[in-house]
């Protein structure tokens, strides 16, 4: 019993071997060539996914290809433009594998791996790339970097590269990548820029014209601010002048006007000092304040009791009276007469 299950394994053992030495499975992804010998024609290729059976290692092999897009890139290089200016271009192309028949025998005898045959396909692809980007120097400078659409040419220039990879018209492509088994699907600029020389030297331009450009500004703000505050000044000195003008009419005229007071009160001098010294209580004395002032004081003679004894209708005290109180008189002449 033993030895049956034995044998039963070991069946099962070969027959997986076998299988696998035998059958081969292709993805929804990938494309076969089965070769005989190295060598293979239109009826090794295997297009359709599924189950595919062979002869064993090493009468036939199978070499599968990912016919998924791929992307190959060129470096930042330096390219003259039709008027003679440098730029620095970065490309790149999107392919994938169309024949894989075609492939293989082109990028077959680099090794048995697909890995090394897509290696030296991205290599040889991005040379011709680098080739065709040659019809930069067809542009101008200003056709290429232009931000409105209408104006730039890079959708036109990328249109052309395609065309010539496709064809292999171009410069050092040689033969279409159709011949190898490539499909180009689409080229693309995705980086322009200035060298670095070339970007320092129009920075450096940039910034002179732009402090050129600032000191202009900054001699014409100068300038006029200087115009504003002579301006300004003299606006002040006529206002001046038309101020001390006006106050001296209004000085003349006051000075007229207030001549025929001045007249009535020299016909009637005690009247006018009487009048001085009610200005002067009146502007003195407030609501809150109390005043004890003797009636010996200047002007305070007006508070005395007799002030206004013996004085005839339409007379009032005059700067000649004796304004002494009894105390003052009776003091006076008691006091010895001087020798």
Known sequence: MQKIVKYIVAMVILVAVLGFMVTYTVRFTEMAVVTTFG?????SVKREPGLGFRLPYPIQSVVKYDNRVRIVETRLESMQTADNRLVAVQAYLTWRVADPLKFYKLYGGTGQREIEHFRQASDTLSGKLRSSMSAVSEYRMDQILNASAEGSKLAELEAKVLASLRSGNAAGVGSSLADGGVEPLSVGISKISLPDAITRNVFERMKATR????SEAQSQGESLAQTIRQQAENDAKMIMAFAEARAQQIRAQGDQEAAAFYARQT?????????KNLDFLRSFVSKRTTLIVPLSAPGMWVFRSDAMDNKTQGKLPGLSEDRRTPEQKQLQSASPTPR
């Open 211 to 214: 402090e050129t450009l600032a």
């Open 267 to 275: 016909e009637d001098v005690d009247l006018a000092v009487f009048l």
């Open 39 to 43: 060598k293979a024609d239109e009826n």
